[in-house]
């Protein structure tokens, strides 16, 4: 399949280039039961078990399954709220967005999620989890006009935000794993999560071989030196304005 075949080129791009320790993640929301891939975990269906839904990311980047999680699997209400899975409760419809952003009620059945350079379908959105210095190397990698539309959320439910915020938006997300995602989930300390929406990601992986090849901020190594090796510009910098100072004195032995 053609989508197949650009899933994982653009997985193993992902990969080589910010060297993750885990897959990103190829996430679409499901309208109908018969497009889940026949390969895809069903968790209650298929173990007769229940997960959260930061667990299935897990499952997907870690173990590289792909699992598909729809209400009867589902083990954690902030995702089956924001996901339109059930109704919003008529006592917090009112004050919902101020937690988190969700799908119209009924419009999804399930949300699917893969390993990226394995997934068999087309995703809306895809998910890395990233370290700091990764996902600064991303940042920067996105061009000057586009980095006002980043957006990010540093609080729970983390696996509503990472989803339907940049959906909704069609922008780059950035959210801060919530405590569930460290308990259940095995989610690493210094990771965050970076979500790029599906029609941004052939803009995105261009942008991110450029960074890798031109930019003097990548591939550098750590460092602890005094009058450390500059790049070109910074000489050029300090050149010009050290013309420009009285020299300093020598102190006299």
């Not at 839904?53 to 590289?64: G, H, Y």
């Not at 996901?83 to 119209?104: I, Q, R, S, T, W």
């Not at 540093?154 to 940049?166: E, G, I, N, R, Y």
């Amino acid at each position: 399949m053609p989508e197949t075949r650009k899933n994982k080129r653009y997985g193993e791009t992902l990969e080589q280039l910010l060297g993750l320790k885990t897959s990103p993640v190829a996430v679409k929301m499901v309208v109908k039961r018969q497009d889940i891939p026949k390969d895809a975990l069903r968790p209650y269906k298929d173990q007769g078990k229940h997960y959260a839904q930061c667990q299935a990311f897990s499952l997907a980047r870690r173990d590289k399954l792909t699992v598909a999680m729809l209400m009867e699997d589902s083990y954690c209400p902030g995702p089956v709220l924001a996901y339109g899975f059930v109704p919003l409760p008529k006592a917090h419809a009112h004050d919902a967005g101020k937690n988190y952003e969700g799908f119209k009620y009924g419009r999804y059945t399930g949300i699917l999620t893969a390993p990226l350079n394995s997934a068999s379908f087309e995703p809306d959105l895809i998910m890395i989890y990233a370290d700091t210095n990764q996902l600064r190397s991303m940042l920067l990698s996105i061009d000057e006009k586009e980095r006002e539309g980043i957006k990010s959320s540093f609080f729970p439910f983390s696996c509503a935000w990472a989803v339907t915020s940049p959906i909704i938006h069609n922008a780059y997300w950035i959210t801060l794993p919530d405590p569930g995602e460290y308990v259940r989930a095995l989610t690493q300390a210094g990771e965050m999560i970076f979500s790029i929406p599906a029609p941004k990601i052939a803009g995105f992986i261009k942008g991110l071989k450029n960074f890798f090849k031109e930019s003097m901020f990548a591939n550098e190594q750590m460092m602890m030196l005094s009058d450390f090796p500059q790049p070109e510009i910074y000489n050029k910098l300090f050149k010009a304005w050290n013309s420009k100072k009285e020299p300093v004195p020598r102190k006299h032995k």
